[in-house]
């Protein structure tokens, strides 16, 4: 059994910084790669960033491009969000996504982090 738990959220003003954590407990095989989302109030899920499982690769949404960064501690087993320049619009509960290879793949997810940017 795998679990996500994801922690770092907050509250802060606009221009602030934050970093999200998301610790990986349990064992899967075929893990494709890591990733954070996050839902607004009244919004979908949507994507923020990801990252290979080896580490190698790295993706971002262009609403975040440029001022978040996306890491990997594989010996904490632990996937780091660095938020900088936020945004009243980056305001959302933050979930931390780990994707399973296969045919089908699947995914696991945390429970989610608020974060939310006031002016």
């Known amino acids: 059994q795998v679990t996500l738990v994801e922690s770092g959220g907050g509250k802060v003003q606009v221009g602030g910084s934050l970093r999200l954590s998301c610790v990986v407990s349990g064992y899967t095989d075929s893990v494709a790669a890591m990733a954070w989302f996050r839902q607004a109030p009244g919004k979908e899920r949507e994507f923020v960033s990801g990252i290979s499982w080896s580490g190698g690769s790295t993706y971002y949404a262009d609403s975040v491009k440029g001022r978040v960064t996306i890491s990997r501690d594989s010996a904490k087993n632990t996937v780091y969000l660095q938020m900088n320049s936020l945004k009243p619009e980056d305001t959302a509960v933050y979930y931390c996504?780990?994707?399973?290879?296969?045919?089908?793949?699947?995914?696991?997810w945390g429970k989610g982090t608020q974060v939310t940017v006031s002016s």
């Open positions: 996504d780990l994707r399973v290879a296969g045919a089908p793949a699947y995914d696991y």
